[in-house]
């Protein structure tokens, strides 16, 4: 297992050039599986661990978040970086505490967005003295992690979303962070724009079928692609499916398309897939 200082200047040397698909694990299992698909990080997912655990997203209180970042952080030889989500805090004192216990986990990165419980954004002033108060959090256990600021400006139905997310993200950077992230399902325009607001600085977009590929995203100068909670819901979706079709119908088809459990033993035992 490489130690966490050499985790974290890979981490960080990812978002030097290039772009970068960085996947969302949400248990110890899934973030084995996508290390031994030769993924060079992993991300947590808010809500993937929360479906995990049947509640809502956001619902996991921070104690058990904490934990869990511990884990994945703690599962492969990967940086991981953490969604914090809001930090668990309103006040930029609280987001300074919490933000210290993050970086004990282990973790290479953390993202604090600026939406509230309420699915309000918090007021600009506000929004940017809480990224400060991470950063100053970070700096002062020795600067190493990677500050991901987020803006929720497309996802609470803001009438200039895109103006609002270029204005945030920019007094983000000033403020100290080191990665941008406005989710939602953008296309390649609004893209362009927000590589353009921040730029050198690396933007991070979220996957959606509007951006069908990582060299589409990387033409417009994305730096890192995060796929959020679909890589769990897929699963779930398959998991469905199979239980649905067994409760409805009484049959089994669903299960010829299982992963084969030969392989999924050895791969947990060896590391290794079968030839």
Known sequence: MSDIASRRRAFRAL??????????????????????????????????????RGVPDGAVPLDEVLVHFREIAGATDLPVNA?????YADEPEGVAANVRSCVATGVSGLSVE?????????????????????????????????????TESFVVGLADPLREACRRLEAFADAGADVFFAPGALDGNVISELVAAISPKPL????????????????????????????????????????????????????????????????????????
């Not at 954004?121 to 987020?150: C, N, W």
Request: with cysteine; charged share 25%.
């Open 83 to 87: 969604d914090f989500q809001g930090a």
């Open 15 to 52: 978002h030097e050039s290039g772009c970068f698909v960085i996947p969302n694990p949400w248990d110890v299992g899934s973030a084995r599986l996508l290390a031994g698909l030769g993924f060079k990080a992993l991300a947590t997912t808010s809500g993937g661990f929360a479906f995990s």
């Open 204 to 275: 991070n977009v979220m996957a959606t079928p509007k951006n069908r590929s990582v060299a589409e995203l990387a033409a417009l100068g994305v730096r890192r692609i995060s796929v959020a909670s679909a890589l769990a819901r897929v699963a779930l979706r398959g998991f469905l499916t199979a239980a649905r079709e067994i409760s409805d119908k009484g049959t089994f088809d669903a299960f010829a398309t299982a992963e084969p459990a030969g392989d999924l033993n050895r791969f947990f035992a060896k590391g290794e897939w079968r030839k």
């Open 114 to 150: 600026d939406m509230k419980p309420d699915h309000s954004l918090y007021d600009f002033d506000v929004a940017v003295e809480r990224v400060r108060a991470a950063r100053s959090a970070i700096d002062a256990a020795g600067g190493d992690v990677l500050l991901t600021a987020r």
